[in-house]
């Protein structure tokens, strides 16, 4: 417990998860009780804390490189290890459930861009996991685009009804509800 408390000291006085990390991997020589003390800081829960830190330990924990301490902080931040998950609504919880249509729409997704917005459902950053979407486009030969475009108009449709909706989500909405529409009739000239 005291060394989570030594954590949550490091981040209020503005240190990132990454440098609290590392300042705390070098104090203790014992890299994944760092972790685990960083991330109780956090207010990670311990079995959430349990399963990040089990993907990982063989990798970056199990026997780290002598003065790597930074270097692994910044890993396992940009892995995700450190991100505090965020309770969804509701709605938040159906808009998601429709991003995860619209990925399974696409007929293949990068492993960088479904990681980073596995991270962003984690943290409720739903606006920015649906700007993501919207910048790419589904497989030519194995995605649906009628599927995939209409999913994200009724994502952003409910990300609109949301208290102070981010306003690049309504600019979004409306190039996606025009792709839908243009998918729809490529579809229906496809099948008449």
Same mark, same amino acid.
């Given at each position: 417990m005291?060394?989570?408390?030594t954590?949550?000291?490091?981040?209020?006085?503005?240190?990132?998860?990454?440098?609290?990390?590392?300042? &705390? +991997?070098?104090?203790?020589?014992?890299?994944l009780?760092?972790?685990?003390? *960083?991330?109780? $800081? !956090? =207010?990670?829960?311990?079995?959430?804390?349990?399963?990040?830190?089990?993907?990982?330990?063989?990798?970056? &924990? +199990?026997?780290?490189?002598?003065?790597?301490?930074?270097d692994t902080?910044e *890993?396992?931040e $940009? !892995? =995700?290890?450190?991100?505090?998950?965020?309770?969804?609504?509701?709605?938040?919880?159906a808009v998601?459930? &429709?991003?995860?249509?619209?990925?399974?729409?696409?007929?293949?997704?990068?492993?960088?861009?479904?990681?980073?917005?596995?991270?962003?459902?984690t943290?409720?950053?739903?606006?920015?996991?649906?700007?993501?979407l919207?910048?790419?486009?589904?497989?030519?030969?194995?995605?649906?685009?009628t599927?995939?475009?209409?999913?994200?108009?009724?994502?952003?449709e409910?990300?609109?009804?949301?208290?102070?909706?981010?306003?690049?989500?309504?600019f979004?909405?409306?190039?996606?509800?025009?792709?839908?529409?243009?998918?729809?009739?490529?579809?229906?000239?496809?099948h008449?």
């Amino acid at each position: 417990m005291r060394l989570a408390l030594t954590a949550r000291h490091l981040l209020d006085t503005g240190r990132t998860p990454a440098q609290a990390y590392a300042a &705390l +991997a070098r104090r203790t020589g014992q890299p994944l009780r760092a972790a685990r003390a *960083l991330c109780t $800081a !956090l =207010g990670i829960p311990a079995a959430e804390t349990a399963r990040r830190l089990d993907d990982i330990y063989d990798v970056l &924990l +199990a026997n780290p490189r002598p003065n790597s301490e930074a270097d692994t902080g910044e *890993l396992l931040e $940009a !892995l =995700g290890v450190f991100d505090v998950p965020k309770p969804l609504t509701p709605t938040e919880l159906a808009v998601v459930d &429709l991003f995860l249509v619209a990925v399974d729409a696409m007929g293949g997704i990068r492993p960088g861009h479904r990681h980073g917005l596995d991270r962003w459902f984690t943290t409720g950053n739903l606006a920015t996991a649906y700007l993501s979407l919207i910048a790419a486009r589904p497989m030519p030969r194995t995605g649906d685009p009628t599927r995939y475009w209409t999913a994200l108009v009724t994502a952003g449709e409910l990300l609109t009804t949301t208290p102070n909706p981010d306003t690049r989500i309504k600019f979004a909405l409306l190039r996606c509800r025009d792709h839908a529409r243009k998918a729809t009739q490529a579809a229906q000239a496809a099948h008449p």
